[in-house]
């Protein structure tokens, strides 16, 4: 199977809500590598790569996230492969 990278953005509820290390969890559950980080508009940014089934499941749970979170909206490109190991969140 082929590894792919998608970044892009979370927008809606997705701060203070465990959002970043929920991703965390689920990205290290799926084997994948990348990073997720707060911004200052409110939205949660991430960079996430591995095998291409892997990516889209995760992809799919952004969609929801965390039980607090209130999820409105996930912007989500396919990017060129960073070579990163592991999954962390940023600050």
């Given at each position: 199977?082929?590894?792919i990278?998608?970044?892009?953005?979370?927008?809606?509820?997705?701060?203070?809500?465990?959002?970043?290390?929920?991703?965390?969890?689920?990205?290290?559950?799926?084997?994948?590598?990348?990073?997720?980080?707060?911004?200052?508009?409110?939205?949660?940014?991430?960079?996430?790569?591995?095998?291409?089934?892997?990516?889209?499941?995760?992809?799919?749970?952004?969609?929801?996230?965390?039980?607090?979170?209130?999820v409105?909206?996930?912007?989500?490109?396919?990017?060129?492969l960073?070579g990163?190991?592991?999954?962390?969140?940023?600050?």
């Amino acid at each position: 199977m082929a590894r792919i990278c998608m970044h892009g953005y979370v927008s809606g509820k997705v701060q203070g809500v465990y959002f970043r290390q929920s991703t965390c969890a689920e990205a290290e559950r799926l084997d994948l590598d990348g990073w997720v980080r707060n911004l200052d508009d409110g939205r949660v940014e991430v960079l996430v790569e591995g095998e291409a089934d892997a990516v889209r499941e995760l992809a799919g749970w952004l969609e929801q996230g965390p039980e607090q979170a209130q999820v409105t909206g996930v912007e989500l490109q396919e990017h060129a492969l960073q070579g990163i190991a592991g999954f962390i969140a940023r600050r």
